[in-house]
């Protein structure tokens, strides 16, 4: 018999979320802004046009998880400046979602964001959402010495870093790529999208984060 959300919960005492398109709706389109100041970096970083820089940037992501590490390895490019410019973004298409904040401030235990963009990127996003405050730690792609999700190498860091226990932990991420390693360490598992993703890493879907949220207290 397949347990209710609250029950396949009760022992998770680590709630870890993902920022872009998990803890705000993908209809922001915060990633075009992103993606656009991504090209516009690979263009003036390696001196290609346009189209060639399109290319880079989503080859880079599909083969490594990010467009900045295809530029570190394959280019030896310095990641902090890529990471201020392409997070340089206007978020004045956020909204406070006072639902999703309480039912995140009514979660038991320890919570937690990890994104793969930076830390001072996060908390910007967080407060244009109404969601400072309501977590313990921030980690960005900094913390994990710039390696990405979906890399197990990156988790494992953060959650040192952290001290997460993962069998006592869940994930909730929009990326299904980015829930492997969580699954394969233990940790309870959350798909945060419009259309769910076929996966035995993936233990629960939702469209709806603050509903699911609401089931579990």
Same mark, same amino acid.
């Given at each position: ?5 609250? @029950? ?65 390895? @394959? ?30 401030? @009514? ?87 419009? @259309? ?22």
């Amino acid at each position: 018999m397949q347990l209710m959300p609250k @029950e396949s919960f009760s022992h998770v005492s680590t709630w870890v979320f993902d920022l872009d398109n998990t803890l705000y709706p993908p209809q922001a389109r915060l990633f075009d802004q992103i993606e656009q100041k991504m090209t516009a970096f690979v263009m003036d970083a390696l001196g290609v046009d346009r189209p060639h820089a399109d290319m880079l940037r989503q080859k880079y992501w599909r083969e490594y998880g990010t467009t900045l590490t295809g530029l570190m390895r @394959e280019h030896d490019v310095d990641p902090a400046p890529y990471l201020v410019e392409v997070h340089d973004i206007s978020l004045e298409h956020l909204e406070h979602d006072a639902h999703l904040a309480t039912n995140i401030r @009514e979660l038991p235990g320890r919570r937690i964001v990890y994104t793969n963009g930076t830390a001072p990127y996060a908390e910007r996003v967080l407060a244009a959402r109404g969601l400072s405050n309501l977590f313990d730690a921030v980690y960005g792609v900094e913390h994990a010495n710039f390696l990405p999700k979906p890399e197990r190498a990156a988790f494992e860091t953060i959650f040192k870093l952290d001290g997460v226990s993962t069998e006592t932990a869940a994930m909730f991420e929009d990326d299904p790529r980015n829930l492997q390693a969580p699954h394969d360490l233990g940790m309870r598992t959350v798909h945060v999208a419009p @259309e769910p993703h076929q996966g035995e890493h993936i233990h629960h879907h939702t469209d709806d984060l603050a509903g699911f949220l609401k089931k579990l207290t």
